[in-house]
Each structure stands twice: as C-alpha cells, then as structure tokens.
C-alpha cells in the first residue's frame, strides 16, 4: 500500500495508465474506502476502489485553498 500522500477532495493525481481520451488526469470528489473521480480532460466521472489509485498514483497536485 503506497501511504506517500494524504489524498483529499479537490486533489488532482496522476494515474499510470492514461484515461481513453488521453488525459492521465483525474480530480478527486470523494474519498474513502471507494474514491469517486473526475478525468480533467473530458469530465467522465468513475469509482475506483483505494487500493488500485493508490498503487496506480504517480503525482498529486494538492487542491488550492
């Protein structure tokens, strides 16, 4: 389990593999045992469970504030 970063919502983390429109990209807007995201580029919303964003996570721009 990779705990590098506290994830939070408004976050943007960068996954390995890109989303089919090409963005690699996606907005946090829940957090929990699920995470619900948001590709930046074309705005497709999906549920991935902890586990696979955290292993899969390769950058995270925290949220302004």
Not at 18 to 26: F, L, V
């Amino acid at each position: 389990m990779d705990t590098r970063w506290t994830y939070e919502v408004g976050d943007v983390v960068k996954l390995k593999k890109p989303h089919p429109c090409g963005s690699h990209e996606w907005e946090i807007l829940r957090v929990g045992a699920d995470f619900r995201l948001k590709c930046v580029d074309c705005g497709r919303q999906v549920m991935m469970e902890r586990r696979a964003v955290e292993k899969n996570a390769r950058a995270l721009t925290k949220a302004q504030k």
